[in-house]
């Protein structure tokens, strides 16, 4: 089947590299036997783009990905790179990709699946069933609002700062993305700042509550300081359906989101720009929320699990394919069943590495399909 569905790769770095190796491998299974077929091209970003052209972003890339119609993106960073200008550190690849496609909703939905529920490290009647939606604020805040910088001072001492900052504007749109998502689900959203210390906090919480009154009917919503967000989602997760945070807030809520569900190695992501006017489609790109792990890179033991639930994602968000994305997340279930990674490793099941993970979830697409 002929296809205009451009995919941007980007693996990067670490185990970035294997686990978009063996989603290729899911591609590949769903052009095989689906006739799914996409117009792929790959890039390199992070540190394995400085390595090439010393730069962790080429404009190239960057333009290959704002044309494409999604990016698969793996992970960036390592520790050889620590020592790089500010500038030119691998982070910093992935944030411009983000900053300049303007995608400024990040999803990042924790699922516990019932054959992991013992994985976590709460307690499963904490956890199981646990389904909830951090909503990231992903372009402004702290990661990219100026002044910031690291200043000489008169005394001979340094200056390092950021500044916290939304607009108007900034809230509302990122609002509006959550009162859709809580439309979706369950209807309950949770606003996420510290209005008792911060200023930007002050005003998200008004725009935000406005934003309901006038936007919200039938949602069930509520404010709440980020540090009791953090306390509650390892007290009573299960309490919450969507969130929504701004940028830090957000990176720091949706790891303590992830390690619910069992493991990083779990969680996927979907960042997502403003529907465009013809197709009605975001600019998007999708990748798990863990990092590179240069602690086990190389070794075929990385968990190749977020990956493949953030293809999913896009499958379900940017080429309209719900069936597939299910089947995918249905496979995932099922090879969980018996078959782990050492990330999320219990008695009972069989360890093995990213290849061995990758047949499991083929396998099970073989069988669900049938
Ligand atoms: C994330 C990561 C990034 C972030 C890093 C790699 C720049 O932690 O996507 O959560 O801080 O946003
Ligand atoms: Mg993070």
Same mark, same amino acid.
């Given at each position: 089947m002929a296809s205009n569905r451009k995919i941007m790769v980007l693996p990067g770095d670490g185990i970035g590299t294997e686990i978009m190796k063996a989603n290729m491998r899911i591609i590949d299974w769903l052009a095989k036997? +689906?006739?799914?077929?996409f117009d792929m091209q790959e890039g390199l970003v992070g540190g394995a783009a400085y390595d090439a052209h &010393?730069?962790?972003?080429s404009d190239e890339t960057l333009a290959d990905s704002i044309a494409s119609d999604a990016v698969l993106f793996g992970a960036v960073g390592g520790? #050889?790179? *620590? *020592?790089? %200008?500010f500038e030119l550190k691998p982070e910093r690849g992935l944030l411009a990709l983000r900053k300049e496609m303007d995608l400024f909703a990040n999803l990042r939905p924790a699922m516990v699946f019932p054959a992991l529920v *013992?994985?976590? $490290?709460?307690k499963p009647e904490v956890v199981s069933g646990l389904d909830i939606m951090i909503l990231r604020e992903l372009c !402004? &805040?702290?990661?990219?609002? #100026?002044? +910031?910088g690291i200043e000489d001072q008169p005394d001979g001492t340094r200056k390092g700062f950021d500044t916290n900052a939304y607009t108007t504007p900034e809230i509302e749109r990122i609002g509006r993305v959550a009162l859709d998502l809580a439309r979706k689900r369950d209807g309950r959203l949770v606003s996420v700042e510290k209005a008792n210390v911060m200023h930007s906090g002050v005003l998200w919480r008004e725009v935000m509550t406005a934003l309901h009154a006038a936007e919200g009917e039938g949602i069930e919503y509520s404010n709440m300081y980020a540090d009791n967000c953090a306390m509650q989602l390892v007290r009573?997760?299960?309490?919450?359906d969507v969130i929504v945070t701004d940028n830090l807030f957000g990176d720091l809520l949706s790891d303590c989101a992830a390690m =619910? $569900?069992?493991? =990083? &190695?779990m969680l996927p992501s979907a960042s997502l720009g403003a529907? *465009?006017? #013809? $197709? !009605? =489609?975001p600019k998007a790109m999708y990748e798990p929320v863990? &990092?590179?792990a240069p602690d086990i890179? !190389?070794? !075929?033991? %990385?968990?190749p699990l977020a990956q493949f639930m953030s293809f999913a994602m896009m499958l379900r968000?940017?080429?309209?394919?719900g069936d597939e994305a299910d089947l995918l997340e249905n496979a995932v279930a099922t090879a969980l069943k018996t078959t782990r990674t050492g990330d999320i490793m219990t008695p009972g099941c069989t360890q093995t590495g990213t290849d061995g993970m990758t047949e499991a979830v083929l396998n099970a697409m073989d069988q669900l399909a049938r």
């Open positions: 036997y +689906r006739s799914i077929d &010393g730069t962790p972003l520790p #050889e790179y *620590d *020592d790089l %200008a *013992d994985a976590s $490290t709460l !402004g &805040g702290s990661y990219f609002a #100026e002044p +910031r009573n997760p299960k309490q919450f =619910l $569900t069992g493991s =990083l &190695g529907p *465009d006017p #013809e $197709t !009605g =489609l863990h &990092g590179s890179a !190389g070794q !075929g033991i %990385a968990n968000y940017s080429f309209n394919q």
